[in-house]
């Protein structure tokens, strides 16, 4: 089993946002997420023009925007938005995976597509209860130091892979509740 965590997941076509999904907070991408899939679209449009290739990733200091364009009839274009260090063939295999069963789900709708974008917000559970992703906040022991760990506010806030410092917290918190 492919194993990385799926922070968001965007689906877009011509510009329009038709799937926007978050599966946690403290991992999460926090904005106006139309304005976010028109840059993205136009950007991996803008970046095949001039380089006659596709657009895969994108790296920033704390996250990676991953991209994969469906270049069936319906040119949907699949966005994850992934930890940095995540392998880029499993995230490639992984977008495929998403974009076969979104058009397996949705091809009609997508077909005869009416503008109502809310046919679509079931997907990202569909993605969860088949195990393609999961909803990573909530009280997880690697969101120890996270204000929002019982809260269900969105934030743009990176967490840090820090085994050790992760182990003296959970020692600590061990003590603690003995005491």
Do not use: W
């Not at 999460?28 to 596709?54: D, H």
């Not at 490639?92 to 503008?115: A, M, P, W």
């Not at 393609?132 to 909530?138: E, L």
């Amino acid at each position: 089993m492919v194993f990385f965590i799926i922070r968001n997941i965007f689906i877009i076509r011509n510009g329009v946002l038709l799937l926007d999904r978050n599966f946690g907070e403290c991992q999460s991408f926090n904005g106006s997420f139309s304005l976010f899939s028109g840059f993205v679209s136009a950007l991996e449009t803008f970046t095949g023009e001039i380089t006659k290739s596709a657009l895969k990733s994108i790296n920033f200091e704390d996250f990676k925007i991953n991209f994969y364009r469906d270049l069936n009839k319906l040119d949907l274009l699949y966005v994850l938005i992934t930890d940095l260090d995540d392998n880029y063939d499993q995230i490639q295999h992984k977008l495929k995976k998403i974009s076969r069963l979104f058009l397996e789900k949705h091809q009609d709708i997508l077909t005869n597509f009416d503008g109502n974008i809310n046919q679509f917000n079931k997907f990202g559970d569909i993605l969860i209860d088949m195990e393609i992703a999961q909803k990573n906040c909530g009280g997880h022991p690697e969101c120890y130091e996270c204000q929002n760990r019982n809260n269900n506010s969105k934030i743009f806030m990176a967490y840090k892979k820090d085994t050790i410092g992760f182990k003296n917290q959970i020692n600590s918190l061990i003590e603690e509740s003995t005491e």
